[in-house]
């Protein structure tokens, strides 16, 4: 006998769905979800039999681990406490997102240690965990209903490809399964790529949506200076900085990215596409910088959900930017470390330039003993 399928997309209430499928994992059941790579089977982490039925269904075997499915990255941080900071990174920047971290379960603190011994042996079977927080609505919203987190696998058999719509499901696991949510084709059609992060070492283990070169961006450091237009303060810092770190790095500013850092700048009011100011140009090449293929970009929520370190030029920045995104207060600092603002040279003759680069300057050199560019090793990728 087929299980029921329930359409989501010609629900007369999605919330009707959501608390059908909470309720399915609460009472134990397995339900198969829509996410953005593939069809999805899942169990409520706190059932035992629901995961013992999954691992039955999936035929696995000793060491073979579950995926952990959680609502959001500060989820995740129950269940590994102590991220390092390349994973940290990906968390923030990937998530909700088709990528799945694996990481060491060893913190005294963490939640998996509350869970079922069963339960442990199937998701940390081998000291190390991975988590996921798929990007479908759906399954988000249930993530935030639900107790606890899910148990999350592909919804097919172990000899067969994985399910792209409702009715490869129903066609692989039949009566196997409880409840089937169906919301059309799949989004990307093809698995969720998975990494290790051990430390700050990123070791690709399953290509998938996201591919290795991006995956190596993603895990790169990212400082983001921000002033106004992004023609002469912010820019001039970038490029400042750049140097520097190349020369700590022993590269050139170009092997930065490689090197796994990224340097960049931005404005609260810029233009997209404007050129940086031709004093700020003039000042920068007397430091052997050349800032004349400058594009100025606004500030948006993807550059400062990125950056890993905000500095702004001015106390006034700095509350446009919290005003907006103010979760990002942790990593948002005036360049100047006594409160002083940076003022703008726009207009100003040459020399109000130059004087203007030297105070950014001198705070670079400061921030340089605090910061880490040591950066990432490449990620390497080591199969399925």
Same mark, same amino acid.
């Given at each position: 006998?087929?299980?029921?399928?329930?359409?989501?997309?010609?629900?007369?209430?999605?919330?009707?769905?959501?608390?059908?499928?909470?309720?399915?994992?609460?009472?134990?059941?397995?339900?198969?979800?829509?996410?953005?790579?593939?069809?999805?089977?899942?169990?409520?982490?706190?059932?035992?039999?629901?995961?013992?039925?999954?691992?039955?269904?999936?035929?696995?075997?000793?060491?073979?681990?579950?995926?952990?499915?959680?609502?959001?990255?500060?989820?995740?941080?129950?269940?590994?406490?102590?991220?390092?900071?390349?994973?940290?990174?990906?968390?923030?920047?990937?998530?909700?997102?088709?990528?799945?971290?694996?990481?060491?379960?060893?913190?005294?603190?963490?939640?998996?240690?509350?869970?079922?011994?069963?339960?442990?042996?199937?998701?940390?079977?081998?000291?190390?965990?991975?988590?996921?927080?798929?990007?479908?609505?759906?399954?988000?919203?249930?993530?935030?209903?639900?107790?606890?987190?899910?148990?999350?696998?592909?919804?097919?058999?172990?000899?067969?490809?994985?399910? !792209?719509?409702?009715?490869? /499901?129903?066609?692989? %696991? $039949?009566?196997? &399964?409880?409840?089937?949510? *169906?919301? +059309?084709?799949?989004?990307?059609?093809?698995?969720?790529?998975?990494?290790?992060?051990?430390?700050?070492?990123?070791?690709?283990?399953?290509?998938?949506?996201?591919?290795?070169?991006?995956?190596?961006?993603?895990?790169?450091?990212?400082?983001?200076?921000?002033?106004?237009?992004?023609?002469?303060?912010?820019?001039?810092?970038?490029? !400042?900085?750049?140097?520097? /770190?190349?020369?700590? %790095? $022993?590269?050139? &500013?170009?092997?930065?990215? *490689?090197? +796994?850092?990224?340097?960049?700048?931005?404005?609260?009011?810029?233009?997209?596409?404007?050129?940086?100011?031709?004093?700020?140009?003039?000042?920068?090449?007397?430091?052997?910088?050349?800032?004349?293929?400058?594009?100025?970009?606004?500030?948006?929520?993807?550059?400062?959900?990125?950056?890993?370190?905000?500095?702004?030029?001015?106390?006034?920045?700095?509350?446009?930017?919290?005003?907006?995104?103010?979760?990002?207060?942790?990593?948002?600092?005036?360049?100047?470390?006594?409160?002083?603002?940076?003022?703008?040279?726009?207009?100003?003759?040459?020399?109000?330039?130059?004087?203007?680069?030297?105070?950014?300057?001198?705070?670079?050199?400061?921030?340089?003993?605090?910061?880490?560019?040591?950066?990432?090793?490449?990620?390497?990728?080591?199969?399925?």
């Amino acid at each position: 006998m087929a299980p029921p399928v329930i359409d989501f997309r010609s629900a007369d209430d999605p919330r009707d769905v959501v608390h059908r499928a909470v309720q399915a994992l609460a009472e134990g059941k397995l339900v198969a979800f829509p996410t953005e790579t593939v069809y999805g089977l899942a169990a409520s982490a706190l059932s035992e039999s629901a995961v013992a039925r999954l691992t039955q269904i999936k035929d696995r075997q000793d060491g073979q681990a579950f995926t952990l499915a959680v609502k959001s990255a500060e989820d995740a941080l129950d269940y590994v406490p102590a991220l390092s900071n390349v994973a940290e990174r990906l968390a923030r920047r990937c998530w909700p997102g088709p990528i799945t971290i694996v990481l060491k379960d060893e913190h005294p603190d963490s939640l998996i240690k509350q869970l079922p011994a069963s339960i442990q042996a199937a998701v940390s079977p081998q000291g190390t965990i991975g988590m996921r927080v798929p990007a479908h609505q759906l399954l988000l919203a249930v993530l935030r209903l639900t107790a606890g987190p899910i148990v999350l696998t592909s919804a097919n058999r172990p000899s067969q490809p994985d399910a !792209m719509t409702a009715a490869e /499901v129903v066609k692989s %696991l $039949g009566d196997d &399964i409880d409840l089937v949510i *169906d919301d +059309g084709q799949a989004k990307f059609g093809q698995p969720s790529s998975v990494v290790r992060v051990d430390g700050n070492r990123v070791e690709f283990l399953r290509a998938g949506v996201i591919n290795e070169p991006t995956l190596k961006r993603l895990s790169s450091m990212m400082v983001l200076f921000v002033c106004t237009g992004n023609t002469c303060r912010s820019p001039m810092a970038e490029m !400042m900085l750049q140097r520097r /770190v190349a020369d700590q %790095l $022993g590269c050139e &500013i170009s092997d930065l990215e *490689d090197r +796994g850092v990224m340097i960049m700048s931005a404005g609260i009011a810029a233009m997209m596409g404007g050129q940086a100011a031709s004093e700020a140009v003039d000042v920068m090449r007397e430091r052997n910088l050349d800032l004349s293929s400058h594009e100025s970009q606004p500030l948006g929520d993807r550059l400062v959900r990125f950056a890993d370190h905000i500095f702004t030029m001015t106390r006034g920045h700095r509350e446009a930017i919290l005003s907006q995104w103010p979760d990002a207060e942790p990593r948002i600092r005036l360049v100047c470390r006594d409160n002083r603002d940076v003022g703008d040279p726009i207009g100003g003759p040459p020399e109000l330039y130059r004087r203007c680069a030297d105070q950014i300057d001198e705070q670079l050199a400061a921030w340089m003993t605090e910061l880490d560019f040591s950066g990432i090793p490449a990620a390497n990728e080591s199969g399925e």
